[in-house]
Antibody, heavy 120, light 107 residues
Framework: QVQLQESGPGLVKPSQTLSLTCTVS??????????WSWIRQPAGKGLEWIGR???????NYNPSLKSRVTISVDTSKNQFSLKLSSVTAADTAVYYC????????????WGQGTLVTVSS | DIQMTQSPSSLSASVGDRVTITCRAS??????LNWYQQKPGKAPKPLIY???NLQSGVPSRFSGSGSGTDFTLTISSLQPEDFATYYC?????????FGQGTKVEIK
């Protein structure tokens, strides 16, 4: 059973870069044809898709965040990562990593989520 | 972007009730509609994919229907563990947008 686990700093200062890593276990990140995604959820609010990466390295980003987002993959470590630059308090949220199945067309597996607070 | 609108935003129901949640897309999405359940402090859990397909391990009291722009999630007999927030999500185009959520509370 595939499992995903987010890790990274829980506190980031305004204007700095938020960096998170998702470690995949129970299967190789390179096997199959999956998209590896980041999704966030501010407290008490809904879900916002940030972007995704394919194991080939091709990426897609939410246009609303595209100028500030970079998603990368490290197949040797079975990890993929998120960088969000120039953060503000509006970026405070629980950040989830998830595996998207492009055949069944849904987010099949999710990490437990990690809270990132943007504050000085 | 395709906007997803759920109704109601919240509802109160009793154990054993039949519950229906509606999701409307701002343009046609064929059957590319998924449903997730989220409990406080937990990640969303997939329930239904491509409008009507039950995720493995999900009880059969959950069902989904619809196509085009209008979709429904039905819980045939609400159980105590079903009190949660439910989200729809379109997978027809990028970015994959979520509805605002429907909170199902105990009456």
């Amino acid at each position: 059973q595939v499992q995903l686990q987010e890790s990274g700093p829980g506190l980031v200062k305004p204007s700095q870069t938020l960096s998170l890593t998702c470690t995949v276990s129970g299967g190789s990140i390179s096997s199959g044809s999956y998209y590896w995604s980041w999704i966030r959820q501010p407290a008490g609010k809904g879900l916002e898709w940030i972007g995704r990466i394919y194991t080939s390295g091709s990426t897609n980003y939410n246009p609303s965040l595209k100028s500030r987002v970079t998603i990368s993959v490290d197949t040797s470590k079975n990890q993929f990562s998120l960088k969000l630059s120039s953060v503000t308090a509006a970026d405070t949220a629980v950040y989830y990593c998830a595996r998207y199945d492009p055949v069944a067309e849904y987010f099949q597996h999710w990490g437990q989520g990690t809270l990132v607070t943007v504050s000085s | 972007d395709i906007q997803m609108t759920q109704s109601p935003s919240s509802l109160s129901a009793s154990v054993g009730d039949r519950v229906t949640i509606t999701c409307r897309a701002s343009q046609t999405i064929n059957s590319y509609l998924n449903w997730y359940q989220q409990k406080p402090g937990k990640a969303p859990k997939p329930l239904i994919y491509v409008a009507s397909n039950l995720q493995s391990g999900v009880p059969s009291r959950f069902s989904g229907s619809g196509s085009g722009t209008d979709f429904t999630l039905t819980i045939s007999s609400l159980q105590p563990e079903d009190f949660a927030t439910y989200y729809c999500q379109q997978s027809y185009s990028t970015p994959p947008m979520f509805g605002q959520g429907t909170k199902v509370e105990i009456k």
